[in-house]
């Protein structure tokens, strides 16, 4: 899927939330964004939203992702935030949690943030 594809595929509420990280480095808005990337990757939807979802659910057997859909999601992050995700940086990506603070970080370093933990 082009990635042109996979960023139409987001919801305009999602699109809204990147156009407000980008201008505003509000944190909160990445999370919306990584939320709904999440959501966008899975077919069907998911019948939870993302957001509710524990912090300690697994990527793959919580969320309805495959393996394959976390590689298009790791894509669709890239070029949303003009970052560069290595596979090992992936490999370590098992929850929820671990891949909105890792995008947190990564994305908030490019733009000079200090990421709690």
Known sequence: MSSSARFNRLAPTARADLEL???TSDLNALDRVVNAAIEAQVVPAPTTPVASLPEDTPLLDGTGLSSLDVIELVFLM???????ISN???VSLRTLKDLRTFVRRKA????GLAVPA
């Open 21 to 23: 990280f980008q201008r």
């Open 88 to 90: 090992q940086e992936v």
């Open 108 to 111: 908030g370093a490019k733009r």
């Open 78 to 84: 890239e070029e949303m935030l003009d970052l560069s």
